[in-house]
């Protein structure tokens, strides 16, 4: 009987099947078994079809060469446990531990070659939104060199008021009697 795959990176590792299932938010996704003959240990990496994280499973499941359009956009080819065209796909995995209440929770990260499901940002939209959210950060909290978040600002004076013979007319807000 083989165990959970433990936390970090399996070189060679193979799918031994997948199944179509349900979430606890009723959320469909695509339940993908994985075996490390190495440690004798299997993981389960669950595929979410949801649309925001649609973009992500497709190329979990590029990376292990399989597209929805190579099977006529029909997601059930995958629940076909062992004979899924998954199944027997060899190539590395990342497991990573993401605690929840208080226990261990591992979960698979990465299928495939890391750059198979994150391309590297342009260098220029790198530091250009490095920028703006500098800005927005000092906006907010104010510059860590000593700085005041802005320049104080000058008190306004009052236009002065000309008595009828062009001496200063005395000010209505002042009480001193001199």
């Known amino acids: 009987m083989s165990r959970l795959m433990s936390e970090g990176t399996h070189e060679e590792v193979t799918c031994s099947r997948s199944w179509l299932g349900e979430s606890k938010n009723q959320n469909m996704q695509i339940c993908v078994e994985f075996y490390d003959e190495a440690e004798d240990a299997t993981i389960t ?17 590029a990376a292990m060469g399989f597209t929805l359009e190579s099977a006529d956009y029909r997601v059930g080819v995958l629940d076909q446990q062992d004979k899924s065209p998954l199944a027997g796909w060899k190539g590395p995995i990342v497991v990573v531990n993401q605690p929840y209440n208080g226990k261990d929770s591992f979960k698979v990260d990465r299928i495939g070659d890391a750059g198979s499901f994150q391309e590297q940002m342009d260098p220029a939209k790198i530091a250009a939104f490095e920028d703006q ?7 907010a909290k104010g510059s860590q060199t000593g700085k005041p978040k802005t320049a104080p600002k000058a008190a306004a004076s009052k236009p002065r008021k000309v008595a009828a013979g062009g001496g200063a007319a005395p000010d209505e807000d002042d009480d001193v009697p001199f």
């Open 45 to 61: 990496a669950y595929l979410s079809m949801s649309d925001a994280a649609w973009p992500y499973t497709e190329k979990k499941l």
């Open 133 to 139: 959210f500098r800005r927005k950060l000092i906006a």
